[in-house]
């Protein structure tokens, strides 16, 4: 088969792999769509961040090169576990779990001590075919097209967010950082029953996105203040809740100060160290929640997205061939701030 592998910053090689053995409650997966995420592009760009280099993954067994990918569906062509049938269409919720450790024991299998992702931590699905854990795979009823089943690995980190927040009904929302899951937490936040939600961002194709999946208000940080936008369209108090999902320093400042006393900030951008004022924060009596990858939420969006009350591929701007994903993925994706989910079918689904 052939797969598009890591082997280090700015080196992705496409190479003819000899498939392995399944080993026992292992299942082998035909990719239809894989897309590329954030978190791809970190590691193409300046990695290693999560690909295990030194050591094994516990968990995978599997350390660099590696082959990227964690967000894909397809089709089961071989399984070597007894509840996953050859032939079925399924989604892949790529998280490692043991199942052994307290977490695991719990259902909390998103903290699992050696929690780990399928193609960051093992061998992923920028290939013709993926070997997974059974454990991942979920069957895909006929009315979710392959393209929206791709996007439901970036829908389910919103889901999980919004869900580990405190929302209520009607609470005004503020969202910061219109990437993929940016733009996703809006579509969560409108099906869960947030009331006001105000997208934020500095690119204006993005804010327009964001308002067709349902943003109540979109604002061009680059043109107005943010803070200074959310109150007034909070009548002074503030956001209930507000989720950073850029990873900047600067947003944080902004999700922080737009909140309103005993407000929530729910932290999903990744990032390294931030500074925050702890004296306003406990002042204000703010809460800091942080989330992340996701547990339980797959069967939920499955139905959604097969009763038409959520469309996850809405934002899915490209869809390219295994040989282009370097120059027509990777490359677009950190030039050209007018792609925001790119698709890549290695087996030539269709390209449309």
């Not at 797969?3 to 392995?20: I, K, N, Q």
């Not at 989604?91 to 719990?106: K, L, V």
């Amino acid at each position: 088969m052939k797969a598009l592998r890591w082997h280090g910053p700015r080196d992705l090689r496409l190479v003819d792999l000899v498939d392995s053995a399944l080993q026992p409650g292992e299942v082998r997966v035909r990719v239809a769509y894989c897309g590329i995420c954030g978190s791809d592009l970190h590691e193409y760009v300046d990695g290693p961040h999560a690909i295990p280099v030194e050591c094994a993954h516990p968990i995978s067994g599997r350390r660099a090169p590696l082959t990227l990918g964690h967000e894909f569906c397809g089709t089961v062509v071989e399984s070597a576990a007894l509840d996953v049938r050859i032939g079925a269409r399924v989604a892949i919720e790529p998280e490692y779990r043991c199942g052994t450790c307290d977490y695991c024991r719990q259902g909390q299998y998103n903290r699992c001590i050696s929690m780990g992702f399928v193609g960051l931590m093992g061998d992923g699905a920028l290939a013709e075919t993926v070997v997974v854990p059974a454990y991942t795979v979920h069957d895909l009823p006929e009315q979710v097209r392959f393209d929206q089943a791709a996007v439901l690995e970036p829908a389910a980190v919103a889901l999980h967010a919004v869900r580990t927040s405190g929302l209520r009904p009607g609470d005004a929302c503020a969202v910061f950082g219109m990437g993929p899951v940016g733009l996703l937490t809006v579509a969560m936040l409108r099906q869960c029953g947030a009331g006001e939600i105000i997208a934020v961002d500095v690119h204006a194709g993005r804010l327009a996105l964001a308002a067709a999946m349902g943003a109540s208000r979109a604002i061009d940080a680059s043109r107005h203040d943010s803070t200074s936008e959310i109150l007034a369209a909070t009548s002074g108090r503030g956001a209930a809740l507000a989720f950073e999902v850029a990873g900047l320093q600067a947003t944080i400042d902004s999700t922080l100060a737009c909140l309103r006393k005993g407000g929530e900030a729910v932290l999903v951008g990744l990032m390294g160290k931030a500074q925050v004022d702890i004296f306003d924060i406990v002042n204000r009596e703010l809460r800091l929640t942080a989330s992340v990858g996701y547990r339980d939420v797959f069967p939920t969006l499955i139905a959604w997205t097969a009763k038409g009350l959520i469309d996850p591929s809405a934002i899915v701007t490209r869809k390219v061939s295994l040989s282009q994903a370097v120059s027509q993925g990777f490359e677009a994706l950190i030039s050209d701030k007018d792609q925001v989910k790119v698709l890549v079918a290695p087996n030539g689904e269709d390209l449309r």
